[in-house]
């Protein structure tokens, strides 16, 4: 079935450096979505991308939609250390159902103050 | 607060009992969705729902589980004869479909340990 591939698995930054994930396909994805969850938390919606070369921002956080449709990256700049967590990609298989979303397996984000 | 509540938040179980978890969307949202999620991995879909018809089940969806969504507003996952290997952060989404869009928002969560 489709996958979604995320690099890299972590990072550990100090506060204040910009970061930059992202998320491949052998598919293509019509709609990319990108969550951030917390310990103990539900994903958080931070970013959602519709149109292949979409570029959206979100205050520090800028994600864009890939051109070939099969990935998409997300960048945060000058991170603080409530930014860690971990950053999923995630989409509705392309022909199928639209009902379920396939995640990756996630990056996740360590700051040092 | 009107995001998407799920309790109980923990359940702490013992093997071959069994649990029923609750989920309550947003309010006016059309579907909902459960979701499992094991440690390192990203959530994997179980089932969904559009009002309150069952649309597609996961063949992650054993027949120990079952989802139901009466009313079409809350809805509730139950296992049963819980194993150890059901132990995992059942996580639940809804969305209201728009067009091409249908952005799904998640609850807390719910953690369940089988013992």
């Known amino acids: 079935g489709q996958q979604l591939n995320q690099s890299p698995q972590s990072m550990f930054i100090q506060e204040g450096e910009d970061v930059s994930m992202n998320c491949t396909s052998s598919?293509?994805?019509?709609?990319w979505l990108w969550y951030k969850q917390e310990p103990g938390e539900g994903p958080v919606l931070l970013i959602a991308?519709?149109?292949?070369?979409e570029l959206t921002s979100n205050g520090r956080l800028t994600a864009q939609f890939g051109i070939t449709r099969k990935d998409s990256f997300l960048n945060i700049s000058a991170s603080i250390p409530s930014d860690v967590g971990i950053y999923f990609c995630?989409?509705?298989?392309?022909?199928?159902?639209?009902?379920?979303?396939?995640f990756g397996k996630g990056t996740k984000l360590s700051v040092k103050p | 607060d009107t995001g998407v509540s799920q309790n109980p938040r923990h359940k702490i179980t013992k093997r071959g009992q069994n649990v029923t978890f609750r989920c309550d969307p947003i309010s006016e949202h059309n579907r909902l969705y459960w979701y499992r999620q094991t440690l390192g991995q990203g959530p994997e879909f179980l089932t969904y729902?559009?009002?309150?018809?069952?649309?597609?089940k996961s063949r992650l969806l054993s027949d120990r589980f079952s989802a139901e969504r009466p009313k079409g507003s809350f809805s509730t996952l139950e296992i049963q004869r819980t194993e150890q290997g059901d132990s995992a952060m059942y996580l639940c989404a809804s969305s209201n479909r728009q067009g091409s869009t249908d952005t799904q928002y998640f609850g807390p969560g719910t953690r369940l340990t089988v013992l």
């Open positions: 995630a989409g509705p298989p392309y022909g199928g159902s639209q009902g379920n979303l396939i």
């Open positions: 729902f559009q009002n309150e018809a069952q649309l597609e």
């Open positions: 598919s293509i994805f019509n709609t």
């Open positions: 991308l519709y149109k292949a070369g």
